[in-house]
């Protein structure tokens, strides 16, 4: 297993069923975290960039089983702030120094596409970067977003399992979901993606295959979290991912995406 790690610190490449063994292996868990962390610091350096996470509106047109802001979760309360709102908290993030923003919400589809995009128009006169991960829309919309001026585009795949996906996703279109990250690649935008460890019925080996679907992608940005039950949910009472198994993939992954954005989640904080 450590000749794997040092062939994958100095290759980046590993076969699927190696991706597996070392997922499945705590006790290579701290080899592989120091191996990450050397590929790190080679790649991308020691600095943290903070980013300025707008949440905009937390209504969601979805319905995916483990999420709280999910349509049929009649316990939280909906908000939507207004445009004049993002934008004036766009120019207190900037006065704090931030150079980022991200704009973020549940599929909302009050934001029609030219309402974001005359937002997004705002946001670029401020000189700042747009991150959006507002879920999924056509390529049109995506298109319209870009001309504005967003630079990056969140979306996460959570599970590369297709049957895992649409279980947990009711209604969700596994294909249409890989559409979109192809439409945003296409399109020009620095594409984040990622990974939710722990959804039931997800196996190592699928976890490894989202590896190499993130490499494969060529993705700018991959954020992995575990499994944390919302009480409100029906996944309420389902066993949370596993915090290790969460950190071995992260170093996997720096080992595989050596100049990858990987941010600090808040579920892994949690
Ligand atoms: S689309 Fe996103 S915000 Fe909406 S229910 Fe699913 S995970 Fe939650």
């Not at 790690?5 to 868990?29: D, F, Q, W, Y």
């Not at 649409?166 to 945003?184: F, I, K, Q, S, T």
């Not at 399109?187 to 959804?199: K, R, S, W």
């Amino acid at each position: 297993m450590e000749a794997c790690v040092k062939r994958a610190e100095a290759s980046h490449v590993l076969t699927p069923e190696e991706i597996t063994a070392l997922l499945g292996a705590p006790e290579v868990e701290e080899c592989l975290a120091a191996a990450a962390d050397r590929v790190r610091h080679a790649f991308v350096g020691d600095g943290v960039h903070l980013r300025g996470l707008i949440e905009f509106s937390n209504i969601c047109r979805q319905n995916c089983m483990y999420c709280g802001l999910r349509r049929e979760n009649g316990k939280v309360e909906r908000y939507r702030l207004d445009a004049d709102t993002i934008v004036e908290l766009a120019h207190k993030a900037k006065g704090y120094g931030y150079q980022t923003v991200v704009l973020q919400s549940g599929e909302d589809l009050y934001f029609t596409a030219e309402r974001l995009a005359a937002i997004v128009r705002r946001l670029k006169e401020l000189d700042l970067a747009v991150t959006l991960s507002v879920g999924e829309r056509s390529y049109e919309e995506y298109a319209l977003w870009r001309t504005a001026g967003a630079d990056r585009y969140l979306l996460r795949i959570e599970t590369t399992d297709e049957a895992v996906y649409e279980r947990w996703d009711p209604g969700m279109d596994y294909a249409n979901r890989v559409r979109c990250l192809r439409d945003l690649r296409a399109l020009g935008y620095e594409v984040g993606t990622g990974t939710l460890v722990g959804l039931p019925g997800q196996s190592l080996a699928s976890i490894a295959e989202d590896i190499l679907f993130y490499q494969q992608l060529d993705a700018d940005m991959v954020g992995i979290g575990p499994l944390i039950p919302n009480p409100d949910t029906p996944l309420g009472t389902a066993v949370p991912g596993d915090f290790h198994l969460t950190r071995r993939m992260v170093s996997l992954l720096r080992l595989l995406l050596p100049e990858a954005n990987i941010p600090a989640t808040t579920a892994m904080e949690t």
